[in-house]
């Protein structure tokens, strides 16, 4: 039987052409929780974010909520956000929230590359996504050296 | 509207017969399908097997990223853990998915054991719960100043510090 077990779902949808809006959501044997969070995906910025505390485990927990607020103005692609992120919403609010924050962030780079490439293939409805997303990288050199993938293509 | 990119991640943890537990992660999103499977011993909580399969990547080399996953084996459970994992796993010669995957299947161990803990804080008087979250504290004192709850100023915490 399994003894615990979590689930984190992150979903983006692009309401502006260079805005992303996230919808991330934990849940678990412990913990349930969720956020709506807005991103422009030029510099990575926070431009607003909401947060729901579903099911927790002490009274003080939906005072979380506030702290989630010093996220907005943050940019999830500067050096050390994970860090800043786990400081100012987890250790000031709730580590599960800013635990949903980073996995969004973490999807931000792939959002951008989703949004442009399902673009890309409404122009050309005949091209195979495989060469869809190998062209698309060669055209981003800033995803390259990352991992272990991206650094031998590069 | 409609969405661009879905994520999902899954992690279970289940206790074998002779205490190992089965750790089972999976992430799929747009362009992954990942998963691994660790095994960790108590009382020690070390890392004795762990294994993995990249079914789906827009990079070809990322087949060959579960090989990373033997470079955990021996690894514990506790202190200094993210360090040790990115070191093995993650950076520009490894695989930070996965590296990732392995702290999340730790962090589900340690919820694994969190579970009753926090089961027995549900019953009794408010003044007895909080005794119990008080118990927990003292317990496990690294736990206080990690969030709102178990700050300076919370009354869970009045009179700990």
Redesign the interface.
């Known amino acids: 039987?399994?003894?615990?077990?979590?689930?984190?779902?992150?979903?983006?949808?692009?309401?502006g052409e260079d805005l992303v809006?996230f919808?991330g959501m934990l849940e678990?044997?412990?913990y349930a929780m969720e956020i709506i969070m807005e991103v422009r995906l030029s510099d990575g910025v926070v431009q607003a974010i909401q947060g729901r505390m579903k099911r927790f485990?002490?009274p003080?927990?939906p005072?979380?909520v506030e702290?989630l607020q010093a996220a907005v103005g943050m940019s999830l692609k500067e050096p050390g956000w994970i860090s800043k992120l786990n400081r100012e919403v987890?250790?000031?609010?709730?580590?599960h929230f800013a635990e949903i924050l980073v996995?969004c962030g973490?999807?931000l780079e792939?959002?951008g590359?989703?949004?442009e490439l399902?673009a890309k293939a409404k122009e050309t409805p005949d091209a195979d996504c495989g060469s869809l997303?190998?062209a698309f990288?060669s055209a981003h050199p800033e995803m390259a050296?990352?991992?272990?993938?991206?650094?031998?293509?590069a | 509207m409609i969405l661009s990119f879905l994520r999902n991640k899954v992690v279970d943890v289940k206790q074998e017969r002779d205490g190992c537990l089965k750790v089972f992660w999976r992430l799929t999103d747009t362009f992954l399908d990942a998963s691994l499977e660790i095994e960790v011993k108590p009382p020690d909580l070390e890392i004795t097997a762990a294994s993995g399969r990249v079914l789906r990547s827009p990079h070809k080399q990322c087949g060959s990223a579960p090989q990373l996953l033997s470079r955990v084996l021996g690894v514990r459970v506790g202190p200094g853990l993210r360090k040790i994992t990115e070191g093995l796993m993650g950076g520009p010669a490894g695989c930070p998915e996965l590296a990732e995957g392995v702290l999340e299947c730790c962090n589900a161990v340690i919820l694994h054991f969190t579970v009753p803990q926090l089961q027995a804080t549900e019953k009794g008087t408010q003044e007895e719960k909080k005794e119990r979250f008080r118990a927990m504290l003292r317990f496990n004192p690294r736990l206080l100043r990690s969030c709102v709850a178990f700050a300076e100023d919370s009354p869970l915490v009045d009179g700990l510090l």
Not at chain 1, 90 to 95: D, E
Not at chain 1, 145 to 153: H, I, N, P, V, Y
């Open positions: 039987m399994i003894s615990f077990s979590r689930t984190m779902l992150v979903g983006a949808e692009f309401p809006r919808h678990d044997r412990i485990t002490t003080v927990c005072k979380a702290p987890g250790r000031r609010g709730c580590q996995e973490r999807c792939a959002a590359m989703a949004h399902l997303i190998q990288l050296g990352k991992c272990m993938a991206r650094t031998q293509e």
